[in-house]
């Protein structure tokens, strides 16, 4: 029997690290996705080229970044009238009826008493926009968003250190997730009292503002991530 020679296509394996990390937000397809990894200038690109935004405050380009692996830098913030201006864009990234998904990672530094601390506030399909912060109030540290601050403040999970935080909205509740695993469903609205926009680390401009480095933050306006997508974005980040 004459000898054959069989040549199989080459098997590529997935990068490691941030690469990986990178690459796996990129297939998830997101609405906007702001890696905050300037060192220069005022623009914060959204990798998805939807809405930049605009570095306003006093805000520290270049700071170490909280990708494992992952040579993109982040920001810090520390200040109050630090953000990240998105207020002009017309884009509803939290969709109330189809769902929508909301990744960030973050390195609290600290909150006033009884406070907050904003990660995100996001325009939504209502009249009133979704935000997400870590409260502090109890001598808690935890996740905090619902119809009006001082009925979302809620043990739901302690933060402390570098974390990587998802959360997803199905239209009737919340899930979310800390380091890749699921750490509470809960019911919720939107806040009120603050002007239906988007904007990053902060609530109203003023107030409530992000003491801490901020790094990766991406939206999926109709999508809600699944577990799985949780947690291997959590292992592609070095967090779980």
Do not use: H
């Amino acid at each position: 029997m004459p000898f054959r020679r069989v040549f199989y296509p080459d098997f590529v394996l997935p990068p490691e690290g941030g690469g990986g990390f990178a690459s796996l937000v990129s297939s998830l397809s997101p609405t906007s996705w702001w890696r905050l990894g300037e060192s220069s200038g005022t623009t914060a690109v959204d990798e998805q080229g939807l809405n930049n935004g605009i570095y306003t405050g006093s805000i520290t380009l270049g700071s170490t970044g909280l990708v494992s692996g992952d040579s993109d830098t982040a920001i810090t913030l520390t200040a109050s009238g630090a953000y990240v201006d998105v207020t002009a864009a017309s884009t509803v990234y939290a969709d109330l009826t189809g769902g929508f998904s909301v990744l960030a990672i973050t390195d609290l530094a600290s909150i006033p008493a009884s406070s907050f601390a904003s990660i995100c506030r996001l325009k939504s399909s209502s009249s009133a926009p979704f935000g997400l912060a870590y409260s502090n109030a109890a001598s808690y540290t935890d996740i905090s968003f619902g119809l009006l601050p001082s009925t979302s403040r809620r043990a739901i999970a302690t933060i402390t250190g570098p974390t990587m935080l998802l959360v997803t909205y199905n239209g009737t509740a919340y899930s979310v997730y800390v380091n890749g695993s699921l750490v509470a469903n809960i019911a919720g609205g939107n806040y009120s009292g603050v002007t239906n926009s988007t904007i990053l680390g902060n609530i109203n401009a003023t107030t409530q503002f992000f003491n801490g480095v901020l790094d990766e933050i991406a939206v999926w306006s109709g999508t809600v991530l699944s577990s799985t997508d949780a947690m291997d974005l959590a292992v592609a980040a070095g967090y779980a």
